[in-house]
């Protein structure tokens, strides 16, 4: 290498690498000594540099500075920003930061409106007055408000943003809107369906709903259109055609641009059938068990439906003992038409109950619930326990909602239980008017608290006052005796009732001692037994004894009543209140006089059962039917007519909606036994507003044995419940059909019925 050869390597390497450290030297020592912000009016310096980051003392950097400039711009106070750098004699910087105010909104007014209300398209700014305003927000609202006019079907509206500007620093916006005209769909059809018609795809997916669609009244709305192209694909797939999807869909319009016309373009691919299912991993199941789940046969054409209702019946059997980390594969393996399914099953090891936390119980004590619990530490985690768990919890009646959080406890899988409940007062005095048709109207005057000092305990003090009745009941419920299963209760009452459309008033004066257990081995059952003594006094209106058989005018007077009443009810309902699945049965027996002692003797047998279904949400069904029958220890026994049975109305006796209260009876004495049927379809509205749809049909008969199906009276209506905090209000309206003069009768209550 010669001596020119090896100056030219010098300046290619070596001055370059000088100037490299000369600069990166530099760079180092480059401070900024001052930060000016200009431009600002309304925007205070400190907003400013806190928003910038960078501050006098900090050192130069640029990306910094970048992110500085960001951080300003999206606080959106500013239109334009520019930093200007000025460097010292000594190397030091010194930043200015030139601003441009965003201008304050001074009046937002719409013109062409007609279709909307300017109230509804404000919601839709993204600024308001005395607010920043710039064209990216006005862009962004104008969208927006499009939005609006798209959910209505007008696809063809125009909004022109109209600026105005004004000293200070103000503007004015105007929004002038060219509504247009209403586009209507006008068809909706398929290309690649070869196996499933237009028809059929429009109906499984909704396209062809009217009600609270997009497709209503021909409106398009996007939102909903995309639903339902996924379900469209949803139903192939339950229709065996696991590879079917949406390829793309065309909106056109006319060229007056009312109308809409979509084409939405499918691709099928082919129908499969299951050739066959088999099971790998499993050893807490057999095979057999495991087969019980499943939901679809061998041959059967593929539903994916049916898959996931499997996959969930597994995944309950799983859980149900424990096993909450099994993890359940479900592999497919297609040739030609047929598929073969192989549940790949990872059973990992069960979970236990590592310790049950309470929340939320401010008044309720902790006992309380925890003694309805159907489940403790140490146990097996069962999904079915926590849900009877929680819906015990709610049955109290002390809670609004119990909500359960789970936490996974330590490395073996365990878990924390929490159960969140979130109390409601429960204690209240109350006073107000009833109406129903028996009775009219009446007052009433109502201590009570369902949950006295926290411990559930029962205490009820009611007074009620009318033309046709006087009532006063006095009663306790202690509801675990001694920290056991045992309900323990007295009433103390008075009364004075008569009738409406009746010459007789009837005295009650006693009390009850009551006691209740869960009987052992049933689930959801429980029995109760009841002694009452009363004294009673049937008094006829001067004059008036005519009117009523020998049977009845032989109870007047003062009589002791000595009775006692076994009940068994079974109530798997899950919520007592406003159940929408599970049933109660009621099997009571009571036993009057004879060894009893007292002066009125009588037996009565009655059987009552209900059933409830969730169809489709909100609709709930009610399938009552209930069954009674009183008689003497003689053939020729006098049984109070108050202990008769008058259905018919709303009566207690019996809910035979469509005619009077106490009028489906043989005579004027009422009967002695009764069948009774109902049907009920109830749904929520609103808040604590209920509908319904009834179907009533029933009688009463002197002895059971004359009872026939013809003598059955069919009524059928609607209504509405009303839940108030002095209990629900309701009214039905039912037809009986069965009258002498078939007809319309009205129905008010105040309470339950069923």
Do not use: C
């Amino acid at each position: 290498m010669n001596a020119r050869q090896f100056f030219y390597l010098m300046k290619l390497f070596i001055i370059p690498l000088f100037f490299l450290i000369y600069f990166a030297g530099k760079s180092e020592a480059e401070e900024v000594i001052q930060v000016e912000t200009v431009g600002n009016s309304r925007i205070s310096r400190q907003v400013m540099l806190s928003a910038f980051g960078t501050e006098a003392g900090d050192d130069f950097d640029r990306e910094k500075i970048r992110k500085g400039i960001k951080n300003l711009y999206g606080i959106g106070l500013f239109t334009d920003i520019v930093v200007e750098m000025e460097r010292q004699a000594d190397g030091k910087i010194k930043l200015f930061l030139k601003v441009m105010e965003a201008p304050v909104v001074e009046r937002i007014t719409f013109s062409g409106l007609e279709k909307v209300k300017a109230k509804d398209l404000r919601k839709k700014l993204e600024f308001r007055l005395g607010q920043t305003f710039s064209y990216s927000k006005a862009t962004r609202s104008v969208n927006e408000m499009k939005s609006i006019y798209y959910e209505k079907g007008y696809f063809l509206v125009e909004i022109e943003t109209e600026i105005d500007t004004l000293s200070g620093n103000r503007v004015n916006i105007a929004f002038n809107v060219d509504e247009g005209k209403k586009v209507t769909i006008k068809s909706i059809t398929f290309d690649g369906n070869a196996d499933l018609s237009d028809k059929e795809l429009r109906k499984k997916s909704d396209m062809d709903s009217k009600e609270d669609r997009w497709y209503r009244s021909g409106e398009f709305k996007q939102e909903t259109f995309d639903e339902d192209l996924k379900k469209i694909v949803v139903y192939y797939r339950k229709k065996g055609y696991i590879d079917a999807k949406i390829v793309d869909y065309k909106i056109s319009y006319n060229t007056e641009k009312t109308h809409i016309f979509i084409n939405i373009q499918v691709e099928e691919g082919q129908q499969y059938h299951v050739e066959s299912v088999s099971w790998e991993g499993h050893t807490l199941f057999t095979r057999k068990q495991l087969d019980r789940s499943l939901k679809y046969d061998e041959g059967d054409i593929y539903n994916q439906e049916k898959m996931d209702k499997t996959m969930e019946n597994l995944y309950t059997m799983y859980s149900e003992e424990g096993y909450i980390y099994a993890n359940i594969i479900p592999d497919r393996y297609t040739e030609d038409t047929a598929v073969r399914i192989t549940y790949q099953i990872i059973e990992n090891d069960p979970a236990h109950i590592h310790k049950i936390d309470i929340a939320g119980n401010y008044q309720t004590r902790e006992k309380v619930l925890r003694r309805e619990l159907a489940i403790k530490p140490g146990d097996m985690f069962k999904r079915s326990a926590l849900v009877r768990s929680q819906r015990n919890v709610l049955n109290l009646g002390f809670f609004d909602d119990v909500l359960l959080e789970t936490a996974r406890a330590n490395d073996d899988g365990d878990i924390d239980l929490t159960f969140v409940a979130k109390e409601k007062s429960t204690g209240q005095v109350s006073m107000g008017a009833g109406y129903s048709s028996m009775d009219r109207l009446t007052g009433f005057l109502q201590l009570s608290q369902p949950n006295m000092f926290g411990k559930a305990q029962t205490a009820n003090l009611r007074w009620e006052f009318g033309k046709t009745r006087q009532n006063i009941e006095l009663g306790f419920t202690e509801p675990w005796f001694r920290d056991t299963p045992t309900t323990v209760g007295i009433d103390l009452f008075h009364t004075s009732r008569s009738y409406r459309g009746e010459y007789y008033e009837l005295y009650r004066t006693g009390g009850a001692l009551r006691l209740g257990r869960p009987i052992p081995h049933f689930d959801f059952a429980r029995i109760y037994w009841k002694y009452r003594l009363e004294k009673r006094d049937l008094q006829f209106d001067d004059g008036q004894e005519y009117r009523y058989s020998q049977n009845f005018r032989n109870q007047e007077g003062k009589r002791l009543q000595s009775s006692m009443a076994f009940t068994i009810v079974r109530d798997s309902r899950d919520n007592r209140f406003h159940a929408t699945q599970g049933s109660r049965t009621t099997l009571h027996a009571e036993f009057s006089g004879a060894y009893l002692g007292g002066e009125v003797d009588y037996q009565k047998y009655e059987v009552e059962t209900g059933w409830y279904f969730t169809m489709i949400h909100p609709f709930v069904l009610m399938v009552k039917s209930e069954f009674g029958v009183v008689a003497g220890y003689s053939e020729n026994a006098t049984i109070p007519l108050d202990e008769h049975y008058y259905p018919g109305g709303t009566s207690f006796d019996g809910v035979i909606r469509g005619y009077k209260d106490r009028d489906v009876v043989p005579s004027s004495d009422g009967s002695r036994s009764k069948i009774i049927f109902n049907v009920e379809n109830q749904f929520r509205m609103v808040e604590q507003v209920y509908g319904l749809m009834f179907f009533d049909a029933g009688s009463s008969w002197d002895t059971i044995i004359e009872a026939r199906p013809t003598d059955l009276k069919r009524g059928a209506g609607f209504g509405i419940r009303i839940e108030t905090p002095m209990g629900p209000i309701g009214f039905d309206y039912g037809y009986g059909f069965d009258k002498v003069n078939p007809g319309w009768e009205a129905h008010f209550q105040f309470g339950t019925i069923f």
